[in-house]
């Protein structure tokens, strides 16, 4: 029985390690990962229509990891199976390697309850940002600016207003 936190882990907070498998079974490792830099992630649902939403938008993150020059992972946590997912991630043209949480194992230790969730987590496993249960335009923009700030690179947007996104629950 999976037993659920009564609120997703917020800034400040230590995140949980955990190992999960790519959708063609490559094993991915938080704790590999911030030993390089930092480690971005959204754990999301294919069923979930705000989750949905938010992919094309989280690729717009595919940059600052390419001018991170490896100081930066960014990953996506879905939880559902290779088979579901797969046209869902095609569909969204996501790059980033999408690991499975089927079980939602990962999530429950995250305390997520709702999706989408993005979350930035520093070397010593520190969350630094966090969005929860929802896409913020403001709240994505400032993940983006507080990773770029940790890398030394100059900010970016990845929600502008042309985009007409203000607040989409999930």
Same mark, same amino acid.
């Given at each position: 029985?999976?037993? =659920? ?22 094993? @991915? #490792?938080?704790?590999?990962? *911030?030993?390089?830099?930092? &480690?971005?992630?959204?754990? @999301?649902?294919? $069923?979930?229509? #705000? ?8 690729? *717009?993150?595919?940059? &600052? ?5 490896? *100081? ?9 199976? %290779?088979?579901?997912? %797969?046209? !869902? /991630? ?17 999530? +429950? +230790? =995250? ?7 993005? @979350?930035?987590?520093?070397?010593? #496993?520190?969350?630094? +940002?966090? !969005? ?12 983006? *600016? ?5 890398? $030394?690179?100059? #900010?970016?947007?990845? !929600?502008?207003? %042309?985009? $007409? /996104? /203000?607040?989409?629950?999930?």
């Amino acid at each position: 029985m999976t037993i =659920w936190p009564d609120e997703p882990l917020a800034p400040g907070a230590f995140a949980p390690d955990f190992t999960l498998p790519d959708m063609m079974g490559k094993e @991915y #490792s938080s704790a590999s990962a *911030r030993a390089d830099g930092l &480690l971005l992630l959204l754990l @999301y649902k294919t $069923g979930c229509g #705000s989750s949905r939403f938010s992919l094309p938008f989280y690729q *717009r993150f595919a940059p &600052l990891c390419d001018a991170s020059r490896g *100081r930066l992972a960014v990953w996506a946590i879905v939880q559902d199976t %290779a088979e579901i997912a %797969a046209p !869902v /991630v095609a569909d969204a043209g996501l790059t980033c390697p999408v690991l499975l949480d089927p079980d939602c194992t990962t999530t +429950a +230790a =995250w305390g997520i309850q709702r999706v989408p969730n993005l @979350y930035l987590v520093a070397p010593d #496993s520190t969350i630094l +940002a966090a !969005v929860t249960g929802h896409l913020s335009g403001d709240g994505w923009n400032e993940v983006a *600016r507080k990773a770029s700030e940790f890398l $030394g690179l100059d #900010s970016m947007a990845v !929600v502008s207003p %042309a985009d $007409g /996104v /203000v607040f989409k629950p999930g």
